[in-house]
């Protein structure tokens, strides 16, 4: 398959370049400008994964599938966010997270270290998840999980 993107401007202070647009595509039309990655390892040239807007992927983070990064969202180090995942608003992905399926990153989240989701979850608003959960989508149940600071203070509590 022919590349989708080419590196364009060079971030003004990161190690960064803006993605564009070699073909159509679900990004909108050729020369439509992207957000911000490190290299072309940051993300696929296959699937309809793109970066939109000022979001920036950097490390050996990997977007593939049909992922989204968007708005202001930050995802580097390892990460890897895949399928139909969405990451976006000022939200960060980092460490060894994994994001995928359904999956929504989304408000001031954090997301980080060996944290997973590959179902229907939603984190969202100023959550921090820093540990080791491995949140799967059920094939029972597919019901969307709603991840909140206040929920985790409460947790802590008890």
Known sequence: MSKKYKLGQKHPIENLHRIVALRDGPWGPSETIGGWIESEKNLSHDGDCWIYNNAQVSGNTKVFGSACVFVNAKVFDNATIHGKAK????????????????????????????????????????????????????????????????????????
């Open 87 to 158: 990451v976006y608003g000022n939200a960060l992905v980092s460490g060894n997270a994994k994001v995928s399926g359904n999956a929504t990153i989304h408000g001031k989240a954090k997301v980080c270290g060996n944290a997973i989701f590959n179902g229907d979850e939603i984190v969202g608003e100023n959550s921090l998840i820093d540990k080791n959960p491995v949140n799967t989508d059920s094939r029972k149940e597919k019901a969307k999980k709603i991840i909140n600071i206040e929920e985790i203070l409460i947790d802590l509590m008890i």
